[in-house]
């Protein structure tokens, strides 16, 4: 807050508002694409299908990169607000070892502790993550919340409507440079897009999303409007950093005041675990396409979660850290990455949203509501991201006069996502030309039935018999979805050869899908109908003598055909055959066992 008032002054609350309305318009889009195609990958498979493998591959380096580097640098501060913590309940060392707040090394350290402990909590359970999250935001939104109404009642600075002018700015410079730094401290509200392939429906992940956003939303408007009345402009300036505690300081004495402390830390360790899960979740859905290592995709056979790419993303966190404390060099560069990471922000986020009006740009024919929501709103929040983004270059390019290794010197901090754009961009080289992945050359991502994810731990007795396991409702890239036979998850497509690798899976993945072939005739349909036709006279469908239930996608309820062209058709019921139309709406063919 001392920040952002330090540019603005007192339009802070007009001006986290503004902020806002880009990220709605953005939030729009990933809710929309999401529901066209639920994938864990979200923008690196939207951009990649709509805009071209390269920027869509991009698109998930960016954020994977981005959250990583977010983790290395939050551990010392977690180990710097523990130690403060600790110091107020009287311990100051451990075995002779002085517990200094501004000793980076020991702060450090515990941080490391702190995101190992969050990592664990990461892999073992999305559930399990779900309700220890509810926990730390609930006693933080109850601290914060009740010391800023205690601020907006009982604070000494006149309450003014003016706050709320978007005119009231002091120059547009300000109002610039206030945007770019406010539209960031909304990030993250995409996490509940991460795990769309846990929950039931592709609904839920964008409800989340839209509550996390306007929640974020009503936090910072309450949080401004309580420090205004309680401190002044000069107050909030000369306190960026610790605004929160010398707020607290002023409304309340100890141990009260200890309180939003102790919210800020468990807020840290929830942003840890905010960050973690999806950044794992993408990590997986590159690493299933072959545009990262095998090794990112291997998924707890108990637990149903990424937990070789969480304690990866978390390993390669530690390493960053700990070279900032041994190598300066090093820590310079992360600070300076993370003080640009605006950029990386502002180029995923843009990616995104426009990749959205780009797959659904005929709706601009469907009326002015379906294309101003689908198509012209993100568009438009897009451009202001990529805007937001030159802004930041433009500022960096400005700042400095020579190159330094110096974390405020502009020309270094501008350098620093450039290292992170080449470095990405060689990787997807070996990833194209080494590992020969088929993502390079249809944008289009594995879909979500190649690797089952699961929110809630399985029973370990009955884990052991696959066709105890829940089938999953989730849609396919290809106009059909279907479930792989009990017990013979690896062999869905009758056409396995002995001893076939990934990459020999991933080179056949070019010719029609052999598993697509076989649902359809299982569904008495033609294999050249693009999810047309009418189910036939043929046997109930079977799998290892199990009857199931195909249905065929139907038409878009936008109206707009789903991808590929995808048609109503009908349902087969393989129990008595008995055959139903398809109901408009109904985007996926079900398997479900009987």
Not at 228 to 254: G, I, N
Not at 307 to 312: E, Q, R, Y
Not at 337 to 355: E, H, K, M, R, W
């Amino acid at each position: 807050m001392g920040l952002l008032a330090g540019v603005v002054g007192v339009q802070l609350p007009i001006l986290l508002i503004l902020a806002f309305l880009p990220m709605l318009g953005i939030a729009g889009a990933y809710a929309r694409l999401n529901r066209d195609e639920p994938n864990c990958g979200n923008g690196y498979t939207w951009v990649g299908v709509s805009l071209g493998p390269w920027l869509g591959f991009l698109t998930g380096w960016l954020l994977l990169v981005g959250v990583i580097l977010f983790l290395a640098y939050t551990c010392a501060i977690v180990g710097s607000v523990l130690l403060q913590l600790a110091a107020k309940f009287g311990l100051h060392s451990i075995g002779g070892v002085p517990l200094d707040p501004n000793a980076t090394l020991v702060c450090t350290v515990i941080g490391l502790v702190v995101l190992a402990l969050v990592a664990v909590t990461a892999a073992t359970g999305l559930a399990k993550a779900a309700r220890f999250q509810v926990v730390l935001l609930g006693f933080e939104y109850v601290t914060i919340v009740g010391f800023c109404l205690v601020g907006i009642v009982f604070g000494h600075q006149p309450f003014e409507w003016a706050w709320f002018n978007p005119f009231g700015f002091a120059s547009v410079t300000a109002l610039t440079q206030g945007l770019v730094l406010a539209v960031f401290i909304y990030w993250g509200w995409d996490a509940a897009f991460s795990v769309t392939e846990e929950t039931t429906t592709p609904g839920a992940s964008a409800r989340s999303g839209y509550l996390t956003l306007c929640t974020a939303l009503a936090l910072f408007l309450t949080g401004a409007i309580a420090f205004q009345r309680v401190l002044s402009p000069a107050e909030l300036v000369a306190h960026p950093a610790d605004a929160l505690a010398y707020f607290a300081a002023r409304l309340a004495a100890e141990p009260w005041a200890t309180l939003p402390l102790l919210a800020l830390l468990l807020s840290a360790v929830a942003s840890m675990l905010a960050a973690l899960i999806p950044t794992a979740r993408q990590a997986l859905a590159m690493g299933r396409d072959a545009t990262l290592g095998s090794v990112w995709t291997r998924v707890h056979p108990k637990y149903g979660t990424p937990a070789a790419a969480t304690g990866l993303a978390a390993l390669v966190a530690v390493l960053i850290a700990m070279l900032s404390v041994v190598i300066p060099q090093v820590g310079a560069m992360v600070l300076a990455s993370i003080n640009a990471v605006g950029i990386l922000v502002a180029l995923y986020y843009g990616l995104t949203a426009l990749a959205c009006a780009v797959r659904f740009r005929a709706l601009l024919r469907a009326g002015p509501g379906p294309a101003l929501k689908v198509v012209v709103v993100p568009a438009l929040s897009g451009l202001v991201m990529f805007g937001i983004g030159g802004v930041l270059v433009h500022s960096y390019l400005t700042k400095s006069d020579h190159l330094a290794l110096d974390p405020d010197n502009g020309y270094f901090q501008l350098l620093c996502p450039g290292v992170v754009i080449a470095l990405g961009l060689a990787v997807a080289a070996v990833a194209k030309w080494g590992r020969r992945s088929d993502y390079f050359g249809t944008g289009r991502g594995t879909d979500d039935l190649a690797i089952e994810l699961r929110a809630e731990e399985a029973d370990h007795a009955r884990s052991r018999d696959r066709r105890h396991r829940p089938v999953a409702h989730r849609p396919c890239g290809q106009g059909l979805a279907y479930e792989h036979p009990p017990g013979r998850p690896d062999r869905a497509d009758g056409e396995r050869s002995p001893g076939e690798g990934a990459a020999a899976r991933s080179r056949r993945r070019g010719r029609p899908d052999p598993r697509l072939r076989a649902a359809r005739r299982r569904a008495g349909l033609q294999h050249g109908a693009r999810g047309g036709g009418t189910a036939g006279p043929r046997s109930p469908a079977r799998h290892d003598r199990q009857p199931v239930l195909l249905v065929v996608a139907a038409d878009d309820p936008d109206g707009l055909p789903r991808d590929q062209g995808r048609r109503g058709g009908r349902v087969h019921l393989g129990r008595g055959g008995v055959r139903e139309p398809v109901r408009q709406g109904q985007q996926r063919l079900l398997a479900r066992h009987a």
